[in-house]
């Protein structure tokens, strides 16, 4: 990896982070030695990063410091363009649409030769099994997760049992053929996944549920014992 790379690698390590990183810490994440990674963070405090913590102890970002805009690694363009690439063959219209345009802002953002390396980037996510067909408009459902609103849905379960019931979105999953909304059931009074291709009938409310969307993200996976995401 290259020293500029690394410098800002170290930067968003220590932006995501809301503890003390030390260095050793970031020397196994980013491959090199502790003496590296304090050489690294001279530079950086010398550069105006504002950075606190010393060696053995850890080290904490400032708040307010960004870095210049579009400035990627070579790994990160390429994760991005294979991510727009995946979202373009997976998700739905107006997604697609709208990784496809980001595609387009980034790439007139960047160095020219950064520019080239991510348009040819040759990383791809070909969907062979197309997702099976829905009636509702699925951005619908993006609207109301980043709004939490309520929806009411029309569902046929697997045995073409029909229910309408209002639920309270959390997220929504992507799989191979077919998308799935976790969400917190109120006839059930519980958490339920429901696939979209069953969903008969969509309608997003304008009533709010509470609590904040992240702790039932929380609450569900601590039920589903998914650490990553509780």
Partial sequence: MKRADRLIQIIELLRRERRPVT????????EVTPRTIYRDMVTLTASGAPIDGEAGVGYVM???YHLPPMMFTEDELEALMLGMRMVQERAD???AKAA????????TRIPD???ALFLNTDLYA???VKIKEETVNVADIRHALRNQFKI???YADAKSDVTTR???PILMAHFYDNRNLVAWCEKRKAFRSFRTERMQKLEVMDKKYKPYRKSLIKQWAIENQIPELA
Avoid: C, H, R
């Fill in 113 to 115: 030769d950064l520019s």
């Fill in 152 to 154: 009411k849905i029309t």
């Fill in 62 to 64: 400032g708040d307010g």
């Fill in 166 to 168: 209002i639920v309270w």
């Fill in 93 to 95: 219209k107006d997604l």
């Fill in 126 to 128: 070909p969907q062979f």
């Fill in 23 to 30: 260095a050793q810490y970031m020397a196994e994440e980013l």
């Fill in 100 to 107: 496809k345009n980001l595609v387009g802002k980034i790439s």
